[in-house]
């Protein structure tokens, strides 16, 4: 079984500064790993996935996430975020593409002016 | 492209009714997840239908049931409401094993 762990529930940052959201994973097996982004009142919004091939890869909204296989983690990254950014991000795992994806219980990103 | 879209967006049920849950597929997609998200939390698998039959369950009672459609369009059914079933059910469209692509989901509140 997989399983994702959020170590940060929220995560308040002054505008234009960097961010690291981190995301800790288990599974027995290779597995595919997301990022989503719900802003409020909004289903998920997929911001970048790792299937296989070069470990650091980029997304949608300047955002950024290595897969580091030896210590199971999978950072998210935003070198300067805007208050535009604020929203809950969800780190989710999966055995294939998208069938039974698990979902960490999500960190709140909040930019401050 | 049509993306996903839920219906209704919110619905108030008393403890002990049912209620009905629609979605209808992102274009080009043939399978169907539904998720519940509790207040503070993140989405917990339900179900997944491909080609209108069931290919994967999470840990949810049978009074969770669902159908998907030859159009692909689907429905998530739940019986016996309880007050913990107060959440935000989303559906989740793929084209076979693609990523998911949600819709804004139903916030359902049992009272």
């Known amino acids: 079984a997989q399983s994702v762990t959020q170590l940060d529930s929220q995560v308040p940052v002054f505008e234009e500064a960097p961010v690291e959201l981190r995301c800790n994973y288990s599974?027995?097996?290779?597995?595919?790993l997301f990022w989503y982004v719900q802003y409020p009142n909004q289903g998920l919004q997929l911001l970048l996935k790792?299937?296989?091939?070069?470990?650091l890869v980029k997304g949608i909204n300047g955002f950024e996430a290595e897969f580091n296989k030896s210590q199971t983690s999978f950072h998210l990254r935003k070198p300067s975020v805007h208050i535009s950014d604020t929203a809950e991000y969800f780190c989710a795992v999966s055995r294939t593409g998208g069938f039974k994806t698990i979902f960490g219980a999500g960190t709140r990103l909040f930019v401050k002016a | 492209e049509t993306g996903v879209t839920q219906s209704p967006t919110h619905l108030i049920k008393t403890r002990g009714q049912q209620v009905t849950l629609r979605c209808s597929s992102q274009?080009?997609?043939?399978?169907v997840s539904w998720y519940q998200q509790a207040l503070g939390q993140g989405p917990q698998f339900i179900f997944q239908y491909y080609r209108e039959e069931e290919n994967g369950r999470g840990n949810f009672p049978p009074r969770f049931s669902g159908l998907q459609f030859p159009n692909y369009s689907s429905e998530l059914n739940v019986n016996a409401l309880e007050l913990d079933d107060s959440a935000l059910y989303l559906c989740?469209?793929?084209?076979?094993?693609?990523?998911?692509?949600f819709g804004n989901g139903t916030r359902l509140t049992v009272t």
């Open positions: 790792y299937l296989s091939g070069s470990t």
């Open positions: 989740a469209s793929s084209l076979d094993n693609s990523p998911l692509h």
């Open positions: 599974s027995s097996v290779s597995v595919y």
């Open positions: 274009s080009g997609h043939n399978t």
